[in-house]
Every structure is written in C-alpha cells, then in structure tokens.
C-alpha cells in the first residue's frame, strides 16, 4: 500500500489526484490532503442548486465534482482529507465501518467520544465532524471522507446557504446536519500536522506493509493535466448536472423581472422572463438569444452585453439581468 501526503492545497488537482489513483496505478493507496476553501459536489448533484453562489463568486471559492455521490461538502485549511483506494474483495461497496476505523481510533485514543452513525456520517456527541462516500469500479473501491478538524465553520454555512424555492429538479440534496470541530473536543491542544501523522501513523499500525510515495515528475504532470482538462472546467463541475429548473424575481428601477430557466446538460433549454416592466423591443428577442447558451457566467455576461437591455426592460443593468439567471 502507498502512503501519499498531497503538497497540493488545490482541490482541483486532489480530486484529480483521486481518480489518476483509481484508474492509472495497481497500488493500494491511502492518500491525505488539505484543500484552500473550495466546495466539493457529489457526481449526482445539481452543482448550483448547492452553493450560495454570491458567496463563492465574491470569496472565489472554486467549485469541484467530485466521483463519487454523497452530499456537498465544503474544504479549507483547517478540514484534513482522507482516502482509501483498495481491492473491492476487501470489503462490501455499501459498508463505510473498514475505512473510518483508523479516524474513530485515533479520535478514541484522545479521549474524544467519536463514532458511525448511520451510513456514512462520523459524530461527535451527535454532531458532524466527516461525511464519508464510495465508488466501486473494476474491481476497486474508492471510499474518501472530510474531518472537520478545526475548519471555519460560519465559511462554511454561507457557502452553502441555498434558497430551496428557487430550483427544481430531480438531483441528490444535501441534507445539512448540525456539524462541530474535532478540535473543540480535544483534552489537550493538537495541530492539525500532529493529528494527521497521528492519522498516518495509525494506517501504519493497521497495513504494515503501507509505505510513504512521493509522484514523480511524470505522475504530477499528468494529474495536473486531467485537473486543468477536466476538473477545473465548467463542463465537469456545472455542465454535468442533472436536468433543472430554475425561477428568480428580482426588484429593479424598471419594475419586477420574474425569470424560469429549464437547463439541460448546463445549457439553458428554454428561457421566460416576465414581469411589470415597459419595453419598445419584445422580450422573445432576448430570450431567443440567451437559449442553447451555457448557464454559466461568463458565457452569459458576454452576450448579455451585446443586447440593447434598456429596450427589452428600461431602466435596468446588465449585472442585474445577469443575477436574475442564478
């Protein structure tokens, strides 16, 4: 088994990490990272119905899909990130127990009250500190968790703070628990680098055959190379969501725009906007121009500002229509 530390803090290139792992080594492998703030979507899930996106936008905080399914979780630098890349005959696909052991151990051994509730979810004293996800895949399995360690917490909850009446679709939700920080319940004060070689040297004790690995020049380029290509594009991260529909009004000096998106693979299959407002150019136009368009920013800021916005509505601003699409 390789025992792997990423130097890298961007989730781009750790999740990238994780499937270059899965798909491209015949190695066991127990991986650790830590991320820059950044926010971690399940494979099935409707990327921008999980984020607070005025927040990601302002904190540019990147937004990463990840392989497996499961919940939105959120990274920065105080949430350490373990995975487990094994032989499928070791374990069941559906059993989260084997891989959370180590975690539970080490937490147990300080005194901390830690333990598996439900499927997937590590608590302490009924609060969340890890939500744990797997993959099984030709004869693998991937199981990867968070641990809460001493992450910032109210990052966290705004990152995350969704208005629920603004989508509808059919995608995996998450389900917000009340979460805590390992660190509130230590004995005695741990840094995260003194917990994490607690961590490794656990793994240690469980697989003693584990030995540490550093990528070669190679590995590294090629990881990056699947990063640049796949996980940080908006096509992976956003265009991969399911089918949704999406409503928004918005209060503007030219009166209520109301707007409903149906979006299909990340492109805007159909477009209504209605509202109080008075225009010399009918709305269809503009509507007409927005469809077949990726829902993403860039995309739609660029033609937005090619369209005589003032004829469709009066009064308004690009950045303000620009907000009625998210």
């Known amino acids: 088994m390789l025992s792997i530390f990423s130097a890298s803090k961007h989730a781009p290139f750790n999740i990238a990490t994780e499937e270059y792992l899965l798909r491209h080594t015949e190695h066991e492998v127990f991986l ?116 809460l360690f001493d992450s910032h917490i109210g990052a966290l909850s705004a990152a995350l703070k969704v208005n629920p009446l603004k989508f509808n679709d059919k995608a995996v939700k998450s389900v917000r628990s009340r979460v805590t920080n390992v660190s509130e319940h230590l004995q005695q004060e741990l840094s995260l680098q003194d917990f994490t070689s607690l961590v490794r040297a656990k793994v240690q004790s469980i697989y003693p055959e584990v030995r540490d690995y550093s990528f070669s020049d190679s590995e590294t380029a090629q990881i990056q190379k699947l990063a640049d290509e796949k996980y940080s594009g908006w096509e ?7 089918k949704y529909n999406l409503s928004r009004a918005l209060r503007t000096p030219a009166g209520t725009l109301e707007a409903y998106l149906d979006v299909q693979e990340g492109k805007i299959e159909s477009i209504r906007v209605f509202g109080d407002f008075f225009s010399s150019r009918p709305v269809s136009e503009l509507e007409t121009a927005l469809k077949g368009l990726p829902h993403e920013e860039t995309a739609l800021r660029a033609k937005l500002a090619q369209l005589p916005l003032s004829e469709y509505f009066g009064a308004v601003t690009p950045e303000e229509i620009l907000s009625l699409l998210f």
Request: net charge positive; proline share 4%.
């Open 236 to 242: 992976w991260n956003f265009g991969a969501s399911p």
């Open 32 to 147: 650790l990272y830590i991320n820059r703030p950044s926010i971690i979507v399940g494979v099935h899930q409707n990327s921008i119905a999980e984020i607070n996106l005025d927040y990601v936008k302002e904190h540019k905080i990147p937004v990463v899909r990840r392989l497996t399914g499961g919940g939105t979780v959120f990274h920065d630098l105080g949430n350490l990130n373990f995975c487990f890349i094994m032989k499928a005959a070791q374990d069941s696909p559906w059993n989260f127990e084997r891989y959370t052991a180590p975690i539970l151990e080490v937490l147990q051994e300080l005194g901390v009250n830690a333990m598996l509730k439900g499927r997937n979810d590590l608590v302490i004293d009924d609060r969340k500190f890890s939500g744990n996800a797997k993959l099984v895949e030709k004869g693998k399995i991937l199981q990867h968790g968070t641990i």
